[in-house]
């Protein structure tokens, strides 16, 4: 990620008490999305708004068998992904995501 400064905005805007979204594009923590690579899958999720939502889909997603990676592209107060690579069970996935209190989408 390049180093570019970025202006802190008043919660006002919709981030939260820990961080706000990029002014330019309202998205914190973006990553360019690309084709997915094989033996991924990619989970719609509502309710992420900030770096701790992100680490805590990512620590729960973690520990689900079979996934060896994990990738949030957090979308403030939209729809978030949530891409794992490796062979893993969707409902896993979309329970792990439940229980770090966040809602997949079908």
Do not use: F, W
């Not at 979204?21 to 360019?32: L, M, N, V, W, Y």
């Not at 309710?47 to 701790?52: A, E, L, N, Q, W």
């Amino acid at each position: 990620m390049a180093n570019t400064p970025r202006t802190l905005l008043p919660m006002a805007t919709g981030g939260c008490a820990c961080c706000t979204p990029d002014p330019a594009t309202g998205r914190h923590e973006t990553r360019s999305i690309t084709e997915p690579a094989p033996g991924t899958t990619t989970y719609r999720v509502d309710g992420m708004t900030c770096g701790h939502c992100v680490a805590s889909v990512t620590r729960q997603v973690a520990t689900v068998p079979g996934a060896s990676a994990v990738e949030v592209d957090l979308t403030s107060g939209g729809v978030s992904t949530v891409t794992v690579t490796g062979p893993v069970d969707p409902d896993e996935v979309r329970a792990a995501i439940t229980k770090a209190g966040y809602l997949p989408r079908s």
